[in-house]
Structures are given as C-alpha cells and as structure tokens.
C-alpha cells in the first residue's frame, strides 16, 4: 500500500479543493471537503480523461471536456444516467492536521 502526505485541513477551510498529480498513484486526485466531511476522489473523467473538478456551490464535481457532472459523494454520473463509471475514491486519515491519501 501507498501513502502520501497532502495538504493541511486547515487549507480545505480556505479553498474549495486541491488537486495534484500523483505520480506512485498514476492518477491527479482531488481533495475537498463537503459538509464538514473530507472527501479524496480522482480528478480524471472516467469517460475520456478529462479533468474533474468540484464545483462548492453547486455541491458537484464535473468535467471540463464534455460536461459531465457526478456526485460528490457516490462519484456517479448524475446528468447521463446511462453512463455507469463512477469516480474513483481514496483511502484517506488525517494526522497533526495533515491529510494522508493510500493507494492499494
């Protein structure tokens, strides 16, 4: 297993996400928070590779190519229910304010 120490929590208060690529993950990944809650996702579109993004005020994650839009909390598709990839998610802890994200 993988681990990689990220961002302060204290960052996710001052800003909607962080995102990064992570070269031992093969993957850009995104880190937010949504109702007090953490949340580690990928940042790549399961439909071409196009960059995600989280949208706080629309409570939303979407990608920029083509316009898709999944949930923040399931990772699933949610304006073309007949797209069945999901976002993947991240194993994450939180230690002396530091969020550490594992790949298996």
């Known amino acids: 297993m993988i681990k990689k120490k990220f961002c302060k929590v204290s960052y996710l208060d001052q800003n909607s996400f962080f995102k990064t690529w992570v070269n031992e993950f093969r993957d850009e990944i995104i880190i937010f928070k949504r109702k007090n809650k953490i949340y580690v996702k990928s940042a790549v579109c399961p439909h071409f ?28 598709c949610l304006n073309q229910k007949s797209f069945k990839p999901c976002i993947i998610d991240y194993l994450y802890e939180v230690k002396k304010n530091y969020i550490y994200v594992y790949k298996k």
């Open 49 to 76: 590779g196009g960059p995600i993004s989280f949208d706080k005020d629309k409570d939303y994650l979407f990608c920029y190519w083509h316009g898709l839009k999944f949930s923040a909390v399931e990772g699933k």
